[in-house]
T-cell receptor, first 115, second 115 residues
């Protein structure tokens, strides 16, 4: 089955700096890679995703890059703000399954943005 | 639209006691899931239901049972709680169309402590 490794487990940055979280996956059949954000005491919510036919996707201050050859993908947050402080989870699955059943999550990264 | 609602939000059990976590969604989604979240381990799938009338084991099903009561409701039962089941439990739902991204919509979580 799929194995997703996520690094680092904790990350502290100064407000305004950039943050990068990296994930690697093992199953070459995976072709859909979402990122979920979980604020303290809240539910995880999807913030951005990418399919394998795209190398990069941006949405305002967040972007995700994918290297299928190396089997890794990364989340980039620019101009970080205090509200970016949260736990971020990467995940991977084959999109053909049509279900989140085969979605495998990474272990999470606690991002803290220092004022 | 309430989305995904789960109850209770907090529960303390003694070892050996039983309890049921309730979950309901009003988004007309076919698929529903139960995850547990433990520190440093991300979100692990306990059971899922691809559609009404079907259920199947996920990554960590031991000690749990589920019931897909109808399209809206999916409950998780602990028959004889153990301290190892102390965790935060999340119910989620998604649309399950072949080729779709299957974005997960989570409930607010249920924090369970087993003494």
């Amino acid at each position: 089955g799929e194995n997703v490794e996520q690094h680092p487990s904790t990350l502290s940055v100064q407000e305004g700096d950039s943050a990068v979280i990296k994930c690697t996956y093992s199953d070459s059949a995976s072709n859909y890679f979402p990122w979920y954000k979980q604020e303290l005491g809240k539910r995880p919510q999807l913030i951005i995703d990418i399919r394998s036919n795209v190398g990069e996707k941006k949405d305002q201050r967040i972007a995700v890059t994918l290297n299928k050859t190396a089997k890794h993908f990364s989340l980039h947050i620019t101009e970080t703000q205090p509200e970016d402080s949260a736990v971020y989870f990467c995940a991977a699955r084959p999109i053909s399954s049509g279900s989140a059943r085969q979605l495998t999550f990474g272990s999470g990264t606690q991002l803290t943005v220092l004022p | 639209n309430a989305g995904v609602t789960q109850t209770p939000k907090f529960q303390v059990l003694k070892t050996g006691q039983s309890m049921t976590l309730q979950c309901a969604q009003d988004m007309n989604h076919n698929s529903m899931y139960w995850y547990r979240q433990d520190p440093g381990m991300g979100l692990r799938l306990i059971y899922y239901s691809a559609s009404e009338g079907t259920t199947d084991k996920g990554e960590v099903p031991n000690g749990y049972n589920v019931s897909r009561l109808n399209k809206r409701e999916f409950s998780l039962r602990l028959e004889s709680a153990a301290p190892s089941q102390t965790s935060v439990y999340f119910c989620a739902s998604s649309e399950a169309l072949s080729g779709a991204t299957g974005e997960l919509f989570f409930g607010e979580g249920s924090r369970l402590t087993v003494l």
